[in-house]
């Protein structure tokens, strides 16, 4: 089994670590290999109240934490949660479209955790995330992990150097293959586990079903941005996101090209659902603007310079030249235009490490507005 999983310049002996325990198979890999490894392994698993399948998960747990010889707790973190949830909802109901995971790992998993890590007098606080860290100095910085293809320093860009300063990822130098072996050679219960990418908030509920119980917004107009007419009705905003093609009810009746309509922009003071056919150049930008930038490790002393995006976990890198305004806020230009930029999610960025074979996440910060032709488009 392979030893160098993180931090060589961390001494494992007298130490102890809180492990955050999800259930599944990258946890589970992290608590082994951090009880190996010699620490005195604490796992942490928060209850979402998900019903039966919480239940499992814990008697899973306890299983997992019974074979290595770790201790294992579980705690209710309800107001955390909430505020997560606080946020998803209201993001929506202004016409933005959240990003849950970025929040609950900046309120959820490295505040109450770390909060009990600090307060057992545990050294580190460690989960599965796919990530790396460098220490250099008095300031620390993130970074890509290994396996390019399950990197998860997106979901991290709203950490700061005191979160990070606590945290250990084990996984960042192994692939997601490697980690699965790990748990079969050790035949650990979770091994051959599904992976779940769902909201962890909402249960067994999906995204979709959960959005119409709680949506309170009323009908409204559906416009062709076009020709301003009317061409059909929405049940409210919160449906529907940037680039959205299905789901919106529009009749073969309506339009010029019987081309397929997609969502051009959300006018959420009147209540209006603006879309178009054919060809979607409406749907491409130039640039946008954060106006809430987190920097990792630090602001950059060059207030303009070259580096590469995320607008989207999945996406590729895209080359941008960025500007630190006094303000504060950051203008991020695209080399090349970019499709169905989307006010809520998050823009992060990465500069590669001449020193390092694992890239800097510079930081990350929600999209605010969306550039257009030099004009601020209100979506």
């Known amino acids: 089994m392979q030893s160098n999983t993180f931090d060589e310049n961390i001494n494992s002996k007298n130490k102890t670590v809180v492990v955050g325990i999800s259930g599944g198979v990258d946890s ?5 290999l951090l009880k190996n490894q010699g620490y005195n392994v604490v796992g942490l698993h928060m209850k979402n109240a998900n019903g039966e399948s919480e239940e499992d998960d814990i008697k899973m747990i306890e299983s997992l934490a019974e074979k ?33 995971c970025v929040m609950c790992n900046k309120w959820v ?3 109450p955790f770390i909060d009990y890590a600090d307060e057992i007098g545990a050294d580190f606080f460690a989960t599965g995330h796919y990530a790396n860290i460098e220490r250099l100095g008095d300031k620390i910085y ?10 998860q320093s997106y979901f991290l860009n709203q950490l700061s150097q005191n979160q990070l ?5 084990p996984l960042g130098k192994l692939t997601k293959e490697q980690v699965k072996k790990i748990a079969q050679e050790n ?3 979770m091994a051959n586990r599904k992976e779940s990418y769902d909201v962890c908030f909402l249960g067994n509920q999906k995204l979709g079903d959960y959005i119409y119980k709680i949506d309170k917004q009323k009908s409204g107009d559906i416009v062709d941005d076009v020709t301003g007419k009317v061409v059909g009705k929405h049940q409210g905003l919160s449906k529907f996101t940037i680039g959205q093609r299905k789901g919106l009810g529009i009749g073969g009746g309506h339009g010029q090209t019987g081309d397929c309509w997609f969502v051009v922009r959300k006018d959420v003071k009147n209540n209006k659902l603006y879309v178009a056919q054919g060809d979607d150049d409406k749907l491409y930008s130039d640039a946008l603007i954060s106006n809430n930038f987190n920097w990792i490790p630090e602001i950059p002393s060059q207030k303009e310079f070259e580096c590469t995006a995320k607008f989207r976990y999945r996406q590729q890198d895209q080359k941008v030249k960025v500007k630190i305004n006094d303000d504060g806020s950051v203008y991020i230009e695209f080399a090349e235009k970019q499709r ?6 998050y823009v992060v960025l990465y500069k590669e490490d001449e020193n390092s074979k ?4 510079l930081g990350g910060g929600s999209i605010d507005k969306v550039i257009k032709n030099g004009k601020i488009i209100e979506i």
């Open 28 to 32: 589970s890999v992290v608590a082994l």
């Open 68 to 100: 290595i010889g770790i201790n294992f707790v579980v705690k209710e973190y309800d107001d955390e949660m909430q505020k997560v949830k606080d946020y998803f909802e209201n993001e929506y109901f202004s016409g933005r479209t959240p990003n849950p």
């Open 109 to 111: 998993k490295f505040k």
């Open 142 to 151: 993130l970074k890509r992990a290994e396996d390019l293809l399950k990197d």
């Open 165 to 169: 300063n606590k945290a250990m990822f």
């Open 187 to 189: 035949n650990l219960i």
């Open 340 to 345: 169905a930029i989307t006010t809520g999610q």
């Open 358 to 361: 694992y890239d800097n996440c």
